[in-house]
């Protein structure tokens, strides 16, 4: 029986200054960029509140939750990536939202595609990654989801 690699279909999503690399089944829709309803008092990394499905949503900016600057998604390109949790607070919080800097691409990858390489890395990230010449970043989910569960809170 031949070797079947198994390829497993992903999102690169463009933030800042890095592309975020996600499996497919953790990305429950990407939607058209709109201002959050604004929380009074919000730490830098809540942009917002947002009304998805008939819940209200957190809206992280992922660059502000590593240190960096919130900045809103410019022009037509923006969207909101609500990501589906994965934690103990699922019941709670089935999902969460991140704000990107452009439309998300299609990846279908082998585990020989994806390399871990030594890169700096935020409390948002858990590790750097070279894709077929592109570094990526893949998002700690779990962290961004503790943020998520102090914005409802």
Request: aromatic share 4%; hydrophobic share 40%; net charge negative.
């Amino acid at each position: 029986m031949a070797d079947n690699p198994q390829i497993l279909p992903c999102l690169m999503i463009p933030m800042q200054d890095r592309q975020l690399l996600l499996p497919n089944v953790s990305v429950a829709e990407i939607v058209d960029y709109a201002s959050p309803e604004q929380a009074p008092g919000a730490p830098d990394w809540l942009m917002g509140m947002l009304e998805w499905r008939g819940l209200r949503l957190p809206v992280i900016s992922y660059d502000a939750a590593n240190g960096g600057d919130a900045i809103s998604p410019s022009g037509q390109r923006g969207r909101i990536a609500v990501l589906n949790t994965i934690g103990e607070h699922h019941g709670k919080l089935p999902f969460l939202a991140l704000a990107t800097q452009g439309i998300p691409s299609q990846a279908r990858l082998e585990e020989s595609q994806v390399r871990e390489t030594d890169g700096e890395v935020g409390p948002a990230d858990l590790m750097t990654v070279e894709v077929e010449g592109n570094q990526a970043v893949i998002p700690n989910l779990e962290y961004l989801e503790s943020l998520a569960l102090q914005a409802l809170a």
